[in-house]
């Protein structure tokens, strides 16, 4: 089966730096998705890899691994207003989207 | 407006009401997709609608009906419903090339549905 594991929660310090692992097992894949939801709203996009490396903006970096189904999300210089869920989305060999259940990040002051 | 917008917000029900919840996305997109999300699941696709034709059904109960007249205007009609079906309804819309989606969903807000 196809499946997404990312984990449910975590907890970061204002202006520090935290990393949310994705790592994904798909039939095919054809590009790796991070969305920020803020509770009670959209989720929106933040950020789309489909070769291998780190993509940057701003404050946060996404990096891919293909050969290994590995993905990270890097928020750096933590605001309270990135205390969100980060949902993890792969699309697959049909370009079917195969979302992960979205880690909740908690920011303390 | 812009974006995506759905109504109404928050809907309470009875198992034995009909209502519907609405999606209006004016992005100029040409398809749109209904999604359930429950807490700590990952988001289900339930239909997807391309050139306001139906192309998935992922296996949704016959309570839930969709109905697309146009590309931008997308509903779920709702019929009978479980209380296991309260969750939050996402719309969202996105461009597709050639059919296949490799570009990013634009999402509403979501309908937040109560069923009692």
């Known amino acids: 089966g196809q499946n997404i594991d990312q984990p449910t929660e975590m907890t970061a310090t204002e202006g520090a730096i935290v990393q949310i692992n994705c790592t994904y097992q798909?039939?095919?894949?054809?590009?790796l998705f991070w969305y920020q939801q803020h509770a009670g709203e959209a989720p929106t996009f933040l950020s789309y890899n489909v070769l291998d490396g780190l993509e940057e903006k701003g404050r946060f970096s996404s990096f891919l691994s293909r050969s290994k189904g590995y993905s990270y999300l890097l928020l750096k210089e933590l605001q309270m207003k990135d205390s969100a869920s980060y949902l993890c989305?792969?699309?697959?060999?049909?370009?079917?989207?195969?979302w992960g259940a979205g880690t909740k990040l908690i920011i303390k002051p | 407006e812009t974006g995506v917008t759905q109504t109404p917000r928050h809907l309470v029900m009875g198992m034995t009401n009909k209502k519907s919840l609405k999606c209006e996305q004016h992005l100029g997109h040409n398809a749109m997709y209904w999604y359930k999300q429950s807490a700590k699941k990952p988001l289900e696709l339930m239909f997807v609608y391309n050139f306001k034709e139906q192309t998935e059904n992922n296996s949704v109960p016959s309570r839930f009906s969709p109905e697309c007249p146009n590309s931008s205007h997308l509903f779920l009609h709702l019929h009978t419903l479980q209380p296991e079906d309260s969750a939050l309804y996402l719309c969202?819309?996105?461009?597709?090339?050639?059919?296949?989606?490799?570009?990013?969903?634009?999402f509403g807000e979501g309908s937040r549905l109560t069923v009692l």
């Open positions: 798909t039939s095919g894949f054809n590009g």
């Open positions: 989305a792969v699309t697959d060999s049909n370009y079917q989207l195969i």
């Open positions: 969202a819309s996105s461009q597709v090339d050639q059919g296949f989606n490799t570009g990013e969903l634009f």
